[in-house]
Protein backbone atom coordinates (compact mmCIF):
# COMPACT_ATOMS: atom_id res chain seq x y z
CA UNK A 1 0.00 0.00 0.00
CA UNK A 2 1.06 3.67 -1.04
CA UNK A 3 1.38 5.88 2.06
CA UNK A 4 -0.98 8.35 2.44
CA UNK A 5 1.68 11.29 2.02
CA UNK A 6 2.12 11.24 -1.47
CA UNK A 7 2.47 14.57 -3.28
CA UNK A 8 -1.02 16.11 -3.33
CA UNK A 9 -0.26 18.92 -6.27
CA UNK A 10 2.63 19.08 -8.65
CA UNK A 11 3.20 20.74 -11.87
CA UNK A 12 5.78 18.83 -14.42
CA UNK A 13 6.07 17.64 -17.82
CA UNK A 14 5.10 14.13 -18.82
CA UNK A 15 5.90 12.17 -22.32
CA UNK A 16 5.12 8.98 -23.40
CA UNK A 17 6.47 6.44 -24.91
CA UNK A 18 4.80 2.75 -26.36
CA UNK A 19 7.49 -0.29 -25.72
CA UNK A 20 7.50 -3.92 -26.87
CA UNK A 21 8.23 -6.67 -24.28
CA UNK A 22 11.86 -6.88 -25.84
CA UNK A 23 12.44 -3.38 -25.62
CA UNK A 24 11.88 -2.50 -22.10
CA UNK A 25 13.81 -5.28 -21.06
CA UNK A 26 16.38 -3.66 -22.82
CA UNK A 27 15.49 0.18 -21.39
CA UNK A 28 15.14 -1.27 -18.04
CA UNK A 29 19.13 -2.90 -17.75
CA UNK A 30 20.30 0.50 -19.36
CA UNK A 31 18.53 3.17 -17.25
CA UNK A 32 20.18 1.33 -13.84
CA UNK A 33 23.19 2.83 -13.89
CA UNK A 34 21.78 6.34 -13.63
CA UNK A 35 18.44 5.47 -11.43
CA UNK A 36 16.78 3.29 -8.84
CA UNK A 37 13.80 1.58 -7.64
CA UNK A 38 10.92 4.50 -6.20
CA UNK A 39 11.51 3.18 -2.37
CA UNK A 40 7.99 2.29 -2.73
CA UNK A 41 8.52 -0.80 -4.37
CA UNK A 42 11.92 -1.31 -3.31
CA UNK A 43 11.36 -3.69 -1.29
CA UNK A 44 8.15 -5.45 -3.32
CA UNK A 45 8.22 -8.50 -5.13
CA UNK A 46 8.51 -7.88 -8.97
CA UNK A 47 8.96 -3.67 -7.72
CA UNK A 48 5.75 -2.63 -8.66
CA UNK A 49 2.47 -1.35 -7.43
CA UNK A 50 -1.07 -1.81 -8.76
CA UNK A 51 -2.84 1.53 -10.06
CA UNK A 52 -6.43 1.78 -10.86
CA UNK A 53 -8.57 4.48 -11.72
CA UNK A 54 -11.93 5.12 -12.63
CA UNK A 55 -12.78 8.29 -14.48
CA UNK A 56 -15.67 10.24 -14.97
CA UNK A 57 -16.62 12.21 -18.29
CA UNK A 58 -19.87 13.97 -18.95
CA UNK A 59 -23.10 12.60 -21.48
CA UNK A 60 -21.42 13.70 -24.30
CA UNK A 61 -17.74 12.03 -23.64
CA UNK A 62 -16.46 15.89 -23.68
CA UNK A 63 -12.56 14.78 -22.47
CA UNK A 64 -12.51 11.99 -24.36
CA UNK A 65 -13.12 13.87 -27.63
CA UNK A 66 -11.05 16.75 -26.18
CA UNK A 67 -8.07 14.44 -25.97
CA UNK A 68 -8.33 12.95 -29.36
CA UNK A 69 -8.88 16.59 -30.89
CA UNK A 70 -5.69 17.28 -29.68
CA UNK A 71 -6.73 20.43 -27.60
CA UNK A 72 -4.27 21.73 -25.57
CA UNK A 73 -5.65 23.24 -22.49
CA UNK A 74 -7.95 20.25 -21.10
CA UNK A 75 -8.83 18.22 -17.64
CA UNK A 76 -10.58 15.09 -16.36
CA UNK A 77 -11.55 14.17 -12.78
CA UNK A 78 -10.47 10.77 -11.76
CA UNK A 79 -11.01 8.13 -8.43
CA UNK A 80 -7.34 6.66 -7.68
CA UNK A 81 -6.43 3.93 -5.65
CA UNK A 82 -3.54 1.42 -5.16
CA UNK A 83 -5.30 -1.69 -4.95
CA UNK A 84 -7.70 -4.31 -7.30
CA UNK A 85 -8.61 -6.11 -3.81
CA UNK A 86 -11.56 -4.85 -1.98
CA UNK A 87 -10.58 -6.41 1.37
CA UNK A 88 -7.23 -4.48 0.86
CA UNK A 89 -6.91 -0.57 2.87
CA UNK A 90 -5.73 1.43 0.55
CA UNK A 91 -5.99 5.26 0.55
CA UNK A 92 -8.73 6.44 -2.25
CA UNK A 93 -7.85 10.21 -4.04
CA UNK A 94 -10.30 12.40 -6.04
CA UNK A 95 -7.92 13.82 -8.81
CA UNK A 96 -8.49 16.28 -11.62
CA UNK A 97 -5.61 16.14 -14.20
CA UNK A 98 -4.95 18.87 -16.39
CA UNK A 99 -2.74 19.78 -19.29
CA UNK A 100 -1.33 23.18 -20.44
CA UNK A 101 0.40 22.20 -23.55
CA UNK A 102 2.47 20.00 -22.61
CA UNK A 103 2.33 20.74 -18.87
CA UNK A 104 0.60 18.65 -17.21
CA UNK A 105 -1.29 19.62 -13.65
CA UNK A 106 -2.16 17.16 -11.27
CA UNK A 107 -4.45 18.07 -7.87
CA UNK A 108 -5.60 15.37 -5.62
CA UNK A 109 -7.19 15.13 -2.49
CA UNK A 110 -7.50 11.99 -0.34
CA UNK A 111 -11.20 11.02 0.21
CA UNK A 112 -12.07 10.50 4.42
CA UNK A 113 -12.55 6.61 5.40
CA UNK A 114 -10.80 3.84 5.42
CA UNK A 115 -12.53 2.49 2.35
CA UNK A 116 -14.88 5.10 1.63
CA UNK A 117 -15.88 3.81 -2.04
CA UNK A 118 -15.83 -0.10 -1.55
CA UNK A 119 -19.00 -0.75 -3.05
CA UNK A 120 -20.84 1.96 -4.39
CA UNK A 121 -21.78 2.74 -7.76
CA UNK A 122 -23.29 5.10 -9.71
CA UNK A 123 -25.36 7.81 -8.52
CA UNK A 124 -24.42 6.07 -4.91
CA UNK A 125 -20.99 6.71 -5.54
CA UNK A 126 -20.96 10.10 -6.13
CA UNK A 127 -22.80 10.47 -2.84
CA UNK A 128 -19.89 8.85 -1.47
CA UNK A 129 -17.65 11.02 -2.63
CA UNK A 130 -19.24 14.22 -1.52
CA UNK A 131 -19.83 13.08 1.62
CA UNK A 132 -15.96 11.57 2.07
CA UNK A 133 -14.63 15.24 0.61
CA UNK A 134 -12.01 17.21 2.85
CA UNK A 135 -12.59 21.07 2.24
CA UNK A 136 -10.86 21.56 -0.86
CA UNK A 137 -10.44 23.25 -3.45
CA UNK A 138 -10.60 19.94 -5.44
CA UNK A 139 -13.97 19.00 -4.33
CA UNK A 140 -15.28 22.72 -4.81
CA UNK A 141 -14.39 22.30 -8.39
CA UNK A 142 -15.50 18.92 -8.26
CA UNK A 143 -18.94 19.72 -7.39
CA UNK A 144 -19.36 22.53 -9.58
CA UNK A 145 -18.52 20.05 -12.66
CA UNK A 146 -20.45 17.40 -11.04
CA UNK A 147 -23.94 19.18 -11.36
CA UNK A 148 -22.75 22.03 -14.59
CA UNK A 149 -21.29 18.73 -16.67
CA UNK A 150 -23.45 16.41 -15.41
CA UNK A 151 -20.03 14.48 -14.42
CA UNK A 152 -20.65 10.55 -14.51
CA UNK A 153 -18.53 7.96 -14.11
CA UNK A 154 -17.53 6.47 -17.55
CA UNK A 155 -14.70 2.94 -16.98
CA UNK A 156 -12.47 1.46 -14.70
CA UNK A 157 -8.21 1.24 -15.42
CA UNK A 158 -5.89 -0.81 -13.95
CA UNK A 159 -2.25 -1.25 -14.50
CA UNK A 160 0.80 -2.37 -12.92
CA UNK A 161 3.36 0.38 -12.41
CA UNK A 162 6.87 0.11 -11.68
CA UNK A 163 8.61 3.40 -10.75
CA UNK A 164 12.13 4.63 -11.10
CA UNK A 165 13.79 7.88 -9.39
CA UNK A 166 16.81 9.09 -10.63
CA UNK A 167 19.95 9.02 -8.76
CA UNK A 168 20.64 12.85 -9.30
CA UNK A 169 17.78 14.32 -9.92
CA UNK A 170 15.09 13.66 -7.41
CA UNK A 171 12.55 15.89 -10.15
CA UNK A 172 13.47 13.17 -13.04
CA UNK A 173 11.08 9.85 -13.22
CA UNK A 174 10.72 6.87 -15.24
CA UNK A 175 8.03 4.49 -14.71
CA UNK A 176 6.56 1.38 -16.72
CA UNK A 177 3.31 0.62 -16.81
CA UNK A 178 2.22 -2.70 -18.30
CA UNK A 179 -0.91 -5.37 -17.81
CA UNK A 180 -3.51 -3.02 -18.77
CA UNK A 181 -7.16 -3.31 -18.29
CA UNK A 182 -10.23 -1.45 -18.33
CA UNK A 183 -13.97 -2.54 -17.29
CA UNK A 184 -17.44 -1.36 -18.32
CA UNK A 185 -18.43 -0.07 -14.46
CA UNK A 186 -19.20 2.33 -12.34
CA UNK A 187 -17.48 1.87 -9.20
CA UNK A 188 -14.12 1.33 -7.80
CA UNK A 189 -14.47 -2.28 -7.18
CA UNK A 190 -16.73 -4.06 -10.07
CA UNK A 191 -18.24 -7.27 -9.87
CA UNK A 192 -16.86 -10.35 -11.85
CA UNK A 193 -19.82 -10.01 -14.29
CA UNK A 194 -18.75 -7.01 -15.45
CA UNK A 195 -17.41 -6.46 -18.78
CA UNK A 196 -13.51 -6.64 -19.03
CA UNK A 197 -11.03 -6.04 -21.54
CA UNK A 198 -6.95 -5.85 -21.95
CA UNK A 199 -5.49 -3.06 -23.60
CA UNK A 200 -2.01 -2.30 -25.60
CA UNK A 201 -1.74 -6.18 -24.85
CA UNK A 202 1.95 -7.20 -25.07
CA UNK A 203 3.39 -3.31 -24.86
CA UNK A 204 4.25 -1.37 -21.92
CA UNK A 205 3.69 2.33 -21.55
CA UNK A 206 6.63 4.17 -20.04
CA UNK A 207 6.09 7.51 -18.85
CA UNK A 208 9.23 10.27 -18.69
CA UNK A 209 8.15 13.03 -15.95
CA UNK A 210 10.63 15.49 -15.15
CA UNK A 211 10.19 19.67 -14.17
CA UNK A 212 13.16 21.21 -15.98
CA UNK A 213 14.44 18.81 -18.41
CA UNK A 214 15.42 15.08 -19.65
CA UNK A 215 19.55 14.25 -18.24
CA UNK A 216 21.66 13.87 -21.12
CA UNK A 217 22.23 10.26 -20.53
CA UNK A 218 18.11 9.83 -21.37
CA UNK A 219 18.78 12.19 -24.72
CA UNK A 220 21.40 9.55 -25.32
CA UNK A 221 19.03 6.16 -25.06
CA UNK A 222 15.99 7.96 -26.60
CA UNK A 223 18.84 8.57 -30.17
CA UNK A 224 20.33 5.18 -29.81
CA UNK A 225 16.75 3.39 -29.21
CA UNK A 226 15.07 5.66 -31.65
CA UNK A 227 12.32 6.45 -29.18
CA UNK A 228 9.37 8.33 -30.90
CA UNK A 229 6.95 9.80 -28.53
CA UNK A 230 3.71 9.36 -28.92
CA UNK A 231 0.04 10.81 -27.43
CA UNK A 232 -1.39 7.90 -25.59
CA UNK A 233 -4.51 8.11 -23.46
CA UNK A 234 -5.23 5.08 -20.97
CA UNK A 235 -8.57 6.15 -20.50
CA UNK A 236 -9.22 7.00 -24.24
CA UNK A 237 -8.03 3.90 -24.75
CA UNK A 238 -10.03 1.54 -22.35
CA UNK A 239 -13.26 3.74 -23.89
CA UNK A 240 -12.56 2.15 -27.32
CA UNK A 241 -11.69 -0.99 -26.44
CA UNK A 242 -15.32 -1.08 -24.47
CA UNK A 243 -16.96 0.64 -26.98
CA UNK A 244 -17.71 3.73 -25.82
CA UNK A 245 -16.41 6.22 -28.05
CA UNK A 246 -14.14 5.69 -31.47
CA UNK A 247 -11.53 8.54 -32.42
CA UNK A 248 -13.08 9.94 -35.78
CA UNK A 249 -9.77 10.94 -37.37
Known amino acids: ???????????????????????????????????????????LQ????????????DPYYSCYY?????????????VRTYTNDINKPS????????????????????????RPLAQEKGDGLISKILKALPESEVGRQFEYELYRKRL??????????RPYISRFDPEFRLTFDNHLQSTLTKGVFPSPTETRRKML???????????????SWFHRLIQSYELRRVSVSKICEAMEVLE??????
Open 1 to 43: MLPTSTKLHFARFEFKYLLPEHLRRELESEIKYFMEFDPYVAS
Open 201 to 215: AGYTVMEVKFRQHIP
Open 66 to 78: DKVDGIHTRAKFR
Open 244 to 249: LAQDPN
Open 91 to 114: PQFLEIKGRYNNLVLKHRVMLNGE
Open 152 to 161: YPVALVDYCR
Open 46 to 57: DHYYIVRSLYFD
